[in-house]
């Protein structure tokens, strides 16, 4: 156990020998040992259970919390863990309640809900800028984390995974969106409301993303060769150059149906002619990734939220993630399978951006893989992808 002859020499020990003390939990100052209590970043005076005067002592700790700034042990914990490294530490911790009982010194939280409870009335005007931030961090993944245990955050984990709700409520509670601030916070008559208010964001995307199953789920079991499935685009709409090669056609084709900026009929036909013949298979997920990332390669966001005006679209995450698991129901064999790639690519929208040209563009791949390519007309796609 290191010993320190007085509170200064504490504060004036090396960032070094502060770490070992951190470490090795206990120290003494003055003849007199303190402990420390990890899960709180706390330090405690350290007394005999042996007699009277040791118990009243025990009774002291609880001055601690609210003691004057004098109290040593109150002083050694700031000196030891008022640092970019006890920082860090907080911010690695496991979750939010963990994060929040070391920030804030108090045993007593236990969920996510009682930290934001916490953090909706703390002050905040004399923080350093460190500090500031730290609650800011800390009231983002604490709302993350409130927001995958209500209701409609159980429901998203089952339909798309943990993860991707995870990566879903992070984005929504990044300062980017400016749904999530202290001072919004603090507006809320509770936490519970400032959930509440949050968790129709999740409501409209469990909606989309439950419609596009549905109807994706519908696609694979009709028979996409006959009626509003099978109508083609009529030749002179698309390729008034009379073009007779069927890449060429192909991506005539993608280039008409596509409104976006930056589209290149030399990226178009090369992609074509490179993955109609190198054999990789079009229901890989990562195999989408990659295409996806030279068909599309400056997309210049990398995230599209959820419809929070009435749209229909899912967030790009929660369609990829959907996507993703849809792709592995798909029978590769198929002969109708460039439309269910189609439908399921534009229904899901699980990239944000070039969506359209994605599914047009593995449409066209399977067609050319067998020898022959038809445009799809316009009412076929939007039979096939059912957005609204």
């Known amino acids: 156990m290191i010993e320190f002859k007085n509170l200064t020499a504490l504060q004036h020990a090396s960032s070094q020998i502060q770490e070992q003390v951190r470490n ?81 010194k108090d045993g007593s939280l236990q969920t996510p809900e009682q930290v934001l409870e916490k953090l909706r009335t703390v002050d905040t005007h004399k923080m350093t800028e460190a500090m500031l931030a730290e609650h800011t961090l ?33 984005k929504l509670v990044a300062p980017k969106q400016e749904f999530v601030s202290l001072e919004q916070l603090r507006q809320q008559p509770s936490a519970a409301n400032a959930v509440a208010s949050l968790e129709l964001v999740l409501m409209m995307e469990e909606k989309n993303l439950l419609a596009a199953q549905h109807h994706q789920e519908a696609i694979r079991g009709q028979e996409l060769n006959q009626g509003i499935y099978a109508e083609i685009l009529s030749e002179e709409s698309y390729n008034p150059n009379k073009l ?45 990734k990659e295409l996806h990332h030279r068909l599309v390669p400056n997309i210049e966001r990398d995230y599209r939220g959820p419809a929070i005006s009435g749209g229909s679209l899912p967030s790009s995450i929660g369609g990829a993630a959907m996507l993703a698991h849809h792709l592995e129901t798909l029978d590769k064999a198929d002969p109708q399978i460039g439309k269910q790639l189609f439908a399921a690519v534009v229904g ?24 022959q390519f038809s445009p799809l007309s316009l009412q076929t796609e939007n039979a096939l992808h059912g957005i609204k």
């Open 244 to 288: 007779t090669d069927n890449a060429d056609r192909a991506a005539a084709w993608i280039l008409k149906a596509s409104s976006s900026k930056g589209n290149e009929w030399s990226n178009f036909t090369a992609l074509l002619k490179e993955y109609t013949h190198n054999g990789k298979d079009l229901t890989d997920s990562q195999v989408l």
């Open 138 to 170: 800390l009231l983002q993944r604490t709302m993350s984390e409130s927001l995958q245990n209500t209701e409609t955050g159980k429901k998203l984990q089952d339909l798309m995974g943990h993860q991707a709700t995870a990566q879903l409520t992070d």
């Open 24 to 104: 090795e939990g206990k120290l003494q100052i003055a003849g007199h040992e303190y402990h420390i209590n990890a899960d709180l970043q706390q330090v405690l005076r350290t007394h005999p259970k042996s007699n009277q005067l040791a118990r009243f002592f025990e009774g002291v700790s609880k001055f601690f919390l609210h003691g004057s700034s004098a109290s040593v042990a109150k002083e050694v914990t700031k000196t030891l863990f008022s640092t970019e490294g006890a920082q860090q530490q907080r911010l690695q911790s496991t979750d939010s309640v963990s994060h929040a009982r070391m920030l804030f």
């Open 348 to 371: 899901f929208h699980g990239f944000t951006d070039g969506n359209g040209r994605m599914g047009r563009l593995l449409y066209a791949l399977t067609e050319l893989r067998a020898g």
